[in-house]
């Protein structure tokens, strides 16, 4: 999850639907003026994620790598999934132990993953008063929490209507 803040994309937002290529191009910002390194394998994992209609795990990507490159190491792809998680720019689907491209990296914000349990799509929506709830709640109890990962399953609109 990112950092909490302002609310991510919405549904109506041109930013939900934002590129692949404008998705690249932000993150190179973003990494650029934090001081990070933007590696090859970096901007090439971020767009296989971008460019999934579902969730993609570390094995998908190692096999998604090794159909158009020599062979790439799963720690190293473990690496490069650590280091776009860090820097905001996925989501981990802690469910499926998958990620997801973040479509409003770069503004910090909370944000819950709908998951289609037909299609296996995910949306990203914002949910920071449901954080804002959980905290509290959880003080009540004495309880400091370090991060909050909210995930919803149903399904999609389309899947609905098929």
Known sequence: MCDPGAAPATPSDPASTISPELLIARAERLCAAR???????RRRVLRL???ADRPLG?????ALLGAER??????TVYRALDFLAAQGLVHRVHSKNAFVVCRAAGA???AALLICSA?????EVPCTALERHVIEHAGAYDFAVE???V????RCAACRRA
Do not use: K
């Not at 001081?35 to 394998?41: D, Q």
């Not at 299609?119 to 949306?123: A, E, L, M």
């Open 49 to 51: 994620i971008a460019e």
């Open 35 to 41: 001081g990070e390194r933007f590696t090859a394998l």
């Open 151 to 154: 995930e919803v399953r149903g």
């Open 58 to 62: 570390a094995y998908d990507l190692l």
């Open 70 to 75: 020599e062979r790439v190491a799963p720690p």
């Open 147 to 149: 991060s909050v990962a």
């Open 108 to 110: 910090p914000h909370s």
């Open 119 to 123: 299609c296996g799509r995910v949306r």
